[in-house]
């Protein structure tokens, strides 16, 4: 009977390890964030940690909110101290040793066709999202704004940030959009610029989620331990962050590998190959849940 031969390649994980770095779910009062311009002015006009039903902050109910509490605001031009917009700050965020950073927030705003965009003539209605690793040079990642240039429209994600609204429509129902930062440094700020400029506009956000990624290590030394005619034991060091593994196997260097198993561990037995054969393998570390 003819041995099997085995020739193994190595490759590189290009999956990083996402894990949650800080949350602001406004369930406790200022923590992981600070309002600037804020504050409560009557029942109509506030920008504040608000609730379904709140006798001091007066807006509808709004659905899909996390937990209790979110930020709302209604009303928030003209009033003492806000002549410009309130700002919603999450400061000294620390990413350091991550390759990028990803932003998940939740947003609702009601009633429909009562939003200014701010290429309009007629004023404007926003939620702007800005990152800053330095808490100078402000980079504006997000864009909440009406949705045509005429004086009413509807407050939708401007996903292009030219001042119209182009993409999803805002309703009472929060909804999630998630956006991702690039990192160029150790510490980040956020910071969500809003304004509004009618009695009958309200917005919530609620559920600020930052996450990181981690480069996952690559699973290095890749080894056959035990080679019989029918299987094959291979072996490789664990890859740092990594929660489980992919092998792929392929008779031809130059062809197409097949995922041939996962595994848990940093080992893994091969019963599908037989004698008289080549075969050639790598691994993937994965960081999944
Ligand atoms: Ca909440
Ligand atoms: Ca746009
Ligand atoms: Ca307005």
């Not at 779910?25 to 409560?40: A, K, L, R, V």
């Not at 009601?110 to 007629?122: D, V």
């Amino acid at each position: 009977m003819k041995n099997i031969i085995y020739f193994l390649i190595f490759t590189f994980s290009i999956t990083s390890y996402a894990q949650t770095i800080l949350s602001v779910d406004f369930e406790t009062q200022d923590q992981n964030y600070t309002i600037s311009n804020g504050g409560i002015f009557s029942t109509e006009d506030y920008i504040t940690r608000s609730f379904n039903g709140d006798p001091e902050a007066e807006h509808i109910d709004f659905k899909g909110i996390q937990g209790t509490y979110y930020l709302a605001g209604r009303d928030i031009h003209g009033q003492t101290g806000i002549d410009s917009a309130a700002t919603l700050n999450i400061v000294d965020i620390n990413v350091s040793g991550l390759d990028a950073v990803d932003v998940i927030l939740s947003v609702g705003a009601k009633p429909a066709n009562e939003y200014e965009s701010i290429a309009s003539n007629f004023g404007s209605d926003y939620v702007i999202g800005e990152y800053s690793f330095n808490g100078v040079d402000w980079t504006k990642f997000l864009q909440f704004t009406g949705n045509s240039t005429s004086e009413e429209s509807i407050i939708s994600e401007d996903s292009n940030l030219n001042g119209v609204g182009d993409g999803v429509a805002l309703d009472d129902s929060l909804r999630q959009f998630l956006y991702n930062i690039p990192t160029s440094g150790n510490t980040l700020k956020l910071r969500f610029n809003i304004y509004n400029s009618s009695s009958q506009e309200v917005f919530a956000i609620d559920n600020i989620v930052i996450s990181g990624g981690i480069p996952l290590a690559v699973p290095q030394n890749l080894i056959t331990v035990n080679v019989t005619s029918s299987q094959c034991e291979l072996s490789w060091n664990v890859a740092a962050g990594a929660t489980g593994y992919h092998i792929y196997r392929s008779t031809d260097p130059y062809g197409t590998f097949t995922q041939v198993a996962t595994s848990a561990t940093n080992s893994f037995t091969d019963t599908g190959v037989s004698a008289g054969n080549k075969y050639f393998y790598y691994v993937t570390a994965d960081n999944s849940k």
